[in-house]
């Protein structure tokens, strides 16, 4: 397989035109040759600040919010419905609903943390959950299934493509609803999700591999986090 050539800087200007990004006047396309066009002007500029950046070649990671304006415009967009359906898959396995039932200072830390983000959803949605011990499997309500999966399909492309990243990186149907209502802070979402995590690392340490995967995973999930309140900067 081929590996693709890095793109370099081409461009001397960029600007903004009717949400579009030019470079030189040009407009941008995504990789599959569709209008990039932003649906706020907030997120317009950022997305043109992304290109502005750029210093000798286009390095995709550093370039979180177009990925994902990308992603919303060719691949979710046609078909928003199957996309929401698959996040919302991620209700019925919600990370807040599995504790641990030892040590109890772990318990006492998941309880102090997730249950007030586990009532938020209960008083938003009028919803109930099953909460359990261990990783066995427990169905939720189908009540609980349906509100928060119709609460997904809720909303459009561009709040689908910024929800994937917090939702499959957090595991948490429910948190990723909190950033997107703008209820809790993206940063302590993330460490809301990583509190198992987190938790080993306070008390064993842990491999800079390790530090480094956890700090790229962040960051995917604060720029879904950027790109909804970006949205909500209409």
């Known amino acids: ?17 009717d949400r579009g990004i030019l470079l030189d006047g040009k407009p941008v396309r995504t990789p599959g040759r569709l209008p990039l066009v932003l649906p706020t002007d907030a997120l317009a500029e950022a997305v043109a600040d992304e290109w502005r950046a750029v210093e000798k070649e286009i390095k995709p990671q550093e370039m979180p919010l177009t990925g994902l304006s990308n992603a919303a415009i060719e691949r979710i967009a046609p078909d928003a419905d199957a996309y929401a359906a698959g996040l919302a898959v991620y209700g019925e396995t919600d990370v807040l609903c599995y504790r641990a039932d030892a040590p109890p200072p772990l318990v006492g830390r998941q309880a102090a943390m997730w249950d007030p983000l586990l009532e938020w959803a209960r008083t938003r949605y009028d919803i109930a959950f099953t909460v359990t011990t261990g990783i066995i499997h427990r169905p939720q309500p189908p009540e609980t299934i349906a509100r928060l999966a119709h609460a997904i399909a809720a909303r459009d492309a561009f709040e689908l493509a910024a929800l994937s990243p917090i939702v499959t990186i957090g595991g948490s149907l429910v948190v990723a609803l909190m950033i997107a209502e703008d209820a809790i802070d993206p940063d302590a979402a993330f460490d809301a999700c990583h509190l198992d995590e987190l938790w080993q690392a306070e008390l064993w340490g842990e491999e800079w591999m390790a530090a ?12 879904g986090a950027k790109l909804l309140e970006l949205l909500r900067a209409a």
């Open 1 to 17: 397989m081929a590996i693709a050539k890095p793109v370099k800087r081409f461009w001397k200007d960029v600007a903004v035109a």
């Open 212 to 223: 480094d995967t956890r700090a790229a995973h962040r960051a995917d999930f604060l720029a």
